[in-house]
């Protein structure tokens, strides 16, 4: 089965979206793969070049530019909740199942043996208390038209958050409400393989996530299972 993969980064991500080029390049074979859809919201044009140097890469200009200066800051909330529109927009374009992997992951091994491309769509399912029971940083939307109805309901359950909550991150919590008011075929994969904050053998892709020990982009680029891969990769 052939796919795309997609992900949005802007200048303030330049480093993390390298690295996410980088180890996708150099540990996972991408035969199936036919497009790497890079979403620009505020690049400059040496990290476009660069990403241009990949084969399979094209980078959609959106005219945005969000940057960020902090964890959950207006440019961030931006960056993020424009990915599920994007998505929507590249099932439009291309028609083919396509994973939205959050640009600020590593790749150690494919993905791709996991997935069960009968399903509607794939959903990186949390097993930690005090947060949402999924994660927007990896999502699979396998069969097309049923997940672009599914996309208009998360888009506009993210909307809805934000006006009536006053969460500080809105695509998760939205991500699970829009599974349990469905009734879509959905294939859960866990956080620890495909979304690893502290990955261990079993992980596949490592998340670079800010949290409360890593604020910065500087110190999660630094954080001890990230750093051989920027050594290796920068």
Request: with cysteine.
């Given at each position: 089965?052939?796919?795309?993969?997609?992900?949005?980064?802007?200048?303030?991500?330049?480093?993390?979206?390298?690295?996410?080029?980088?180890?996708?390049?150099?540990?996972?074979?991408?035969?199936?793969?036919?497009?790497i859809l890079v979403y620009d919201t505020g690049l400059s044009q040496e990290t476009k070049e660069f990403y241009n140097s990949f084969p399979k890469v094209e980078i959609i200009e959106?005219?945005?530019?969000?940057?960020?200066?902090?964890?959950?800051?207006?440019?961030?909330k931006e960056n993020t909740y424009s990915k599920t529109k994007y998505l929507l927009e590249s099932l439009e374009k291309y028609a083919l199942p396509t994973f939205m992997i959050d640009?600020?992951?590593?790749?150690?091994?494919?993905?791709?043996?996991?997935?069960?491309?009968?399903?509607?769509?794939?959903?990186?399912?949390?097993?930690?208390?005090?947060?949402?029971?999924?994660?927007?940083?990896?999502?699979?939307?396998?069969?097309?038209?049923?997940?672009?109805?599914?996309?208009?309901?998360?888009?506009?359950?993210?909307?809805?958050?934000?006006?009536?909550?006053?969460?500080?991150?809105?695509?998760?919590?939205?991500?699970?409400?829009?599974?349990?008011?469905?009734?879509?075929?959905?294939?859960?994969?866990?956080?620890?393989?495909?979304?690893?904050?502290?990955?261990?053998?079993?992980?596949?892709?490592?998340?670079?996530?800010?949290?409360?020990?890593?604020?910065?982009?500087?110190?999660?680029?630094?954080?001890?299972?990230?750093?051989?891969?920027?050594?290796?990769?920068?």
């Open positions: 089965m052939n796919y795309n993969i997609l992900t949005v980064v802007n200048e303030g991500y330049a480093e993390f979206g390298k690295l996410f080029l980088t180890s996708l390049f150099e540990n996972v074979d991408l035969v199936n793969v036919e497009n959106t005219g945005a530019d969000y940057s960020s200066a902090a964890i959950h800051d207006e440019g961030w640009s600020d992951c590593i790749f150690t091994a494919a993905f791709e043996e996991l997935v069960e491309w009968d399903t509607d769509m794939i959903a990186c399912r949390r097993n930690r208390r005090g947060f949402s029971q999924h994660i927007g940083s990896f999502f699979g939307a396998i069969n097309v038209e049923n997940s672009k109805k599914f996309l208009l309901k998360w888009i506009e359950n993210v909307k809805t958050l934000q006006e009536t909550t006053d969460m500080k991150h809105c695509e998760s919590p939205a991500l699970s409400k829009t599974i349990t008011e469905g009734s879509f075929k959905i294939q859960e994969l866990p956080e620890q393989v495909v979304s690893a904050i502290w990955p261990d053998q079993t992980s596949l892709i490592l998340h670079l996530k800010s949290d409360h020990y890593a604020t910065t982009v500087e110190q999660r680029l630094s954080l001890p299972h990230a750093a051989p891969y920027r050594k290796a990769y920068l």
